[in-house]
């Protein structure tokens, strides 16, 4: 089996070709994230051999290795993913069933956990909880006996972050391990909501990969469930149509944006927001280090001093355009890093609209490309003696063509 992975490649389904082998089964698998950036594994099956030949690097790669860098960029990638859709759903809901039913299918839908459910507790207990919200249970696993309990009795009872980082080995999970092994989940979350220190519910989220939960993404998760339970007592709030004249809403209002704020500071990704008109009014801690600047000289259209020359009238005019449109923002361009060094980097921002389609706010990430650029440059200056040294160790032929990426 030849298998050649090529990683985070911008439509790279348009950039390679295949000659045909003997009696080969070739398929493409492809995940699309947030920023549009695929991670494609070309996998050849054939008799002769088995070899793994990473197109991205100057040298071969262990699977461990390969898996490793993975994880690592699977991690970053899950957690902009949260950002944009946990703060989506912050902003849009509209009622506390509302909010967290989109809790739950954000969660499932767009960050690729298998299952996620909210219990509330019943009032006067200490540790019965009543489902009110759930996406991903295509198959009655929530209806199985203890399912809906386990393990968000023991976050409540315990007041705090219950992780089982394998079902299969826990003796915490015994009651449901059958039924949860059986729909392969292998890891489960369950995130105690409070409320002024008060517990009133538990948000639980079921993986099918091990890595998915790993302590960065857990700690990214209980950030975000404190924000949910901060936005439930808002919602609660009789009051929350007048804040302003409400000192206890405003104060909790106050600490959701602060909150909020903190996380959007220690993310990974560096993170910008942008008016209805286009002028740029955020730039997160990450984006002004890495800049070396004050945000006072990036605010509004300042940020274009930090841009290439020769890059700065495309950026202006495609900004220009989806401001006016309203369409997806996404565009590569050289940006000037603090210690004066020109690095390519991929741009994206999302229109956040209200009930009527009108755009109210742009969110916006970009991602460093420049070493994923030279390993590209650099890959395809000794393509020819790759494909060689391919060649002699199998009786079988591959050729692999991949077209140069825009400058």
Known sequence: MYRVSLYFLPKIEECASLPPLDNPTAFFSHELDNSRSIGLTLKLFDDHCDLTWDLLCKSMHTQAEQEDRLNTEGSDRLAHTLFVNCGRVLAQAVDEQDLLQSVCNALVNNCGFRLAWVGLTEPGTSNSIRLVAQAGDQDGFLQEPRCSE????????????????????????VPIRAAALKRGYTSVLSLPLKSDGKLFGALTIYADDPGKLDEPIVERLRQWSDLFAL??????????????????????RQRLENQLRLIIDTTPALIHTARPDGYLDYFNKRWVEYLGVSLEDVEGWK?????????????????RACVASGEIFEYETRVRRADGEYRRMLHRKLPLRDQDGNVVKWYGSSIDIEEMKQERIATGSDRTVRNNSLRKGSSSKITVLCCPMEQ
């Open 303 to 319: 940020w274009t001093a930090s841009v290439h020359p020769d890059d700065v009238a495309g950026i202006v005019d495609k900004w």
């Open 231 to 252: 936005r439930v007592k808002t919602l609660r709030s009789h009051e929350e149509r007048d804040l302003n004249n409400d000192l206890q809403n405003t104060a909790a």
């Open 150 to 173: 386990t393990p968000a009795t023991m976050a409540i009872e315990a007041s705090e972050t219950c992780w089982i980082k394998a079902v299969a080995d826990s003796p915490l999970v």
